[in-house]
């Protein structure tokens, strides 16, 4: 069935250091990859997307590649800021588009 | 403010009482969703809507689950004779119909917290 492995977490970074969060994934054919992140006391926001293979997603700094040939969408951000400590969730849409996630990853970012 | 709301969002409640959430997509959105997170993990899928039709249900939602969206917009998720397993946040998320990879808003969720 489909599935999304990511990364275990928790991440802790300091400052500006690089940053990568690995997702695989498990699917039939080649469907569209999210980055959810979770802010503190915050609702699931779409972070970035790909529709399709070799696709590039990007926003706020991060990045994300979807790779069809090792069916992962690692999320990349060069350099991280206090204010991106949140949850991060790998997820790929089902049949009925419902959302399959990844167990989420919690970074924390220190000053 | 457009986005999903999703009402209450706390509820606690003794074992074996049933509860009732509510959620109000965003106004155009024809699709809306039903998830459950538990601490530590990723949402998971209940139940999908497509106007007020219910399409499609996981094998997570048990008898004790009712979801309905009378008219095709706010969506109401029961849980009758509640158990403390059903403790976790549910969320609702609403996007637009068509194909491809549409982006799911989501609500901020209502915490159950069954005693």
């Known amino acids: 069935g489909n599935s999304v492995t990511q990364m275990e977490g928790p991440v802790t970074l300091s400052e500006e250091a690089f940053l990568t969060i690995n997702c695989t994934y498990t699917?039939?054919?080649?469907?569209?990859l999210f980055w959810y992140v979770q802010y503190p006391g915050e609702g699931l926001q779409l972070l970035l997307k790909a529709t399709k293979a070799d696709d590039k997603g990007s926003n706020k700094g991060f990045e994300a590649t979807y790779r069809k040939e090792t069916t992962s969408f690692h999320l990349e951000k060069g350099s991280v800021q206090v204010s991106d400590s949140a949850v991060y969730f790998c997820a790929f849409p089902g049949s009925a588009r419902q959302l399959t996630f990844g167990s989420g990853t919690q970074l924390t970012v220190l000053p | 403010d457009t986005g999903v709301s999703q009402n209450p969002r706390h509820k606690i409640t003794k074992r074996g009482q049933n509860v009732t959430f509510r959620c109000d997509p965003i106004s155009e959105h024809n699709r809306l969703y039903w998830y459950r997170q538990t601490l530590g993990q990723g949402p998971e899928f209940l139940t999908y809507?497509?106007?007020?039709?219910?399409?499609?249900k996981s094998r997570l939602l048990s008898d004790r689950f009712s979801a309905e969206r009378p008219k095709g917009s706010f969506s109401t998720l029961e849980i009758q004779r509640t158990e403390q397993g059903d403790s976790a946040m549910y969320l609702c998320?609403?996007?637009?119909?068509?194909?491809?990879?549409?982006?799911?808003?989501f609500g901020p969720g209502t915490r159950l917290t069954v005693l």
């Open positions: 699917a039939t054919g080649y469907p569209s």
């Open positions: 998320a609403s996007s637009l119909g068509g194909q491809g990879g549409n982006e799911q808003f």
């Open positions: 809507f497509q106007n007020e039709a219910q399409l499609e």
